[in-house]
């Protein structure tokens, strides 16, 4: 029974489609869209750090509002989405450079006369103040995966996520707190990152020779 249960959690969840396509970016395309993102304004650059640096789904980044942000211990929470507890929140430390970038936003988000009150207020905007949605947000990554010239299947949101996922097992990051982060039910989920071929396997499999 637990083994069909991973075999179905596995087909679900891949990180090359049905043509071998790759659904991560690699290492070079990570450094690209970095550079690229660095180049957007704010609010833009703020959403795609965030992706980039937690791993964490679409929907979630749509969430985040000025109260989960902790600039002094560089955590960032997210109410994990795929959680049969809707109230499941899971904290992701991220590097200084973003919590300078968030801070900043938070600061442009939340009026002066209103900064010492706690009520979230939600992250991203877009027109007239609404709550960035989901195509919109979107496109903010697609725009900036074309300036770092990064096209195809892994050109997207999920395809931050993945890499994401690939890159933190190319650092060394254990499975069970990488699993941790990325908000997954099972660590049977996680483990498929330990599928990435190429140049990440070769970096992997290096350490033991070094």
């Not at 970016?25 to 450094?31: F, T, V």
């Not at 939340?110 to 900064?115: A, I, S, T």
């Not at 996922?165 to 982060?181: C, D, T």
Request: glycine letters at 6%; a positive charge; one cysteine or more.
């Amino acid at each position: 029974m637990l083994q069909n249960t991973t075999a179905s959690m596995n087909s679900r969840m891949r990180i090359y489609d049905e043509r071998n396509q790759r659904l991560y970016i690699n290492a070079p395309e990570r450094q690209r869209f970095l550079v690229a993102a660095n180049k957007a304004r704010l609010p833009v650059r703020a959403f795609c750090l965030t992706l980039l640096y937690t791993g964490c789904r679409l929907s979630e980044a749509l969430e985040l509002t000025t109260t989960s942000i902790d600039p002094a211990s560089d955590l960032l929470s997210f109410r994990t989405l795929k959680k049969r507890n809707r109230h499941h929140i899971r904290e992701v430390p991220i590097p200084p450079e973003l919590s300078v970038v968030l801070a900043s936003l938070k600061e442009l988000r939340v009026p002066m006369k209103e900064r010492e009150n706690f009520y979230p207020i939600p992250l991203w905007t877009y027109k007239q103040g609404q709550p960035l949605n989901r195509i919109t947000g979107y496109r903010w990554v697609k725009r900036v995966m074309d300036k770092a010239d990064i096209h195809g299947a892994q050109a997207s949101p999920k395809g931050l996520r993945h890499g994401y996922g690939v890159h933190a097992l190319r650092m060394g990051i254990p499975l069970n707190m990488l699993s941790k982060w990325m908000g997954h039910a099972s660590i049977a989920t996680t483990a498929i990152y330990g599928n990435a071929v190429g140049s990440e396997e070769l970096e992997i499999a290096g350490r033991m020779w070094g």
